[in-house]
């Protein structure tokens, strides 16, 4: 069974640093994985997803994940966090289920000026 | 409009009102859920429509009743809800399975 573990609830940053939100998974198929962002009253947009197709994957706003089968991790990053990107963000992985997608608990990302 | 819409999106009700969720999407899928995200827990999936079919019932108390006219529009009836009921009802569409889903801005509804 797919699962999906991220690994702070938490993570506070000083406008300008790096941004890097954990997340490890356990599936017994390559995945496809995700990464979603949301901010507050609002829907889940999504920001990037893994497909197979390569390991690095580059999103929207600047983020990037890396896929390391070795380490079962699939971390978000982005080098400078901008005070708009202050939101909860999930790692979601694809389920053998139909259609089922598998939700982290979330990290809320908070910029400090 | 463009991708996926909600609405309303605020609504209070009592515990004895019936009222219903509508969402709609334009980007020519063919799968949509309802997903249910209360403060400090997971989002929990609800429902599941395949081309107008519904495939997934997450044991949804029957005061929750979904209804997929096609497969644009998906509807979540409420009737007799209870306090804990009050959260963000999140709408989502997906091409296919195991494709990435893309979500409504949410229904936030208060049970009083």
């Known amino acids: 069974a797919q699962s999906v573990t991220q690994l702070d609830s938490h993570v506070s940053v000083s406008e300008g640093t790096p941004v890097l939100l954990r997340c490890n998974y356990s599936s017994s198929y390559s995945p496809s994985l995700f990464w979603y962002v949301q901010h507050p009253n609002k829907g889940l947009q999504l920001l990037l997803k893994?497909?197979?197709?390569?390991?690095l994957v580059k999103g929207i706003n600047g983020f990037e994940a890396e896929f390391k089968k070795s380490e079962t991790s699939f971390h978000l990053t982005k080098p400078s966090a901008h005070m708009s990107d202050a939101a909860e963000y999930f790692c979601v992985g694809g389920n053998t289920g139909f259609q089922k997608l598998v939700f982290g608990t979330g990290t809320r990302l908070l910029v400090s000026p | 409009e463009t991708g996926v819409t909600q609405t309303p999106r605020h609504l209070v009700m009592g515990m004895t009102n019936k009222k219903s969720l509508k969402c709609e999407q334009h980007l020519g899928h063919n799968a949509m859920y309802w997903y249910k995200q209360s403060a400090k827990k997971p989002l929990e999936l609800m429902f599941v429509?395949?081309?107008?079919?519904?495939?997934e019932n997450n044991s949804v108390p029957s005061r929750f009743s979904p209804e997929c006219p096609n497969s644009s529009h998906l509807f979540l009836h409420l009737h007799t809800l209870q306090p804990e009921d009050s959260a963000l009802y999140l709408c989502?569409?997906?091409?296919?399975?195991?494709?990435?889903?893309?979500f409504g801005p949410g229904t936030r509804l208060t049970v009083t």
């Open positions: 989502a569409s997906s091409q296919k399975a195991y494709y990435e889903q893309y």
């Open positions: 893994y497909t197979s197709a390569a390991t």
């Open positions: 429509y395949s081309l107008e079919e519904r495939v």
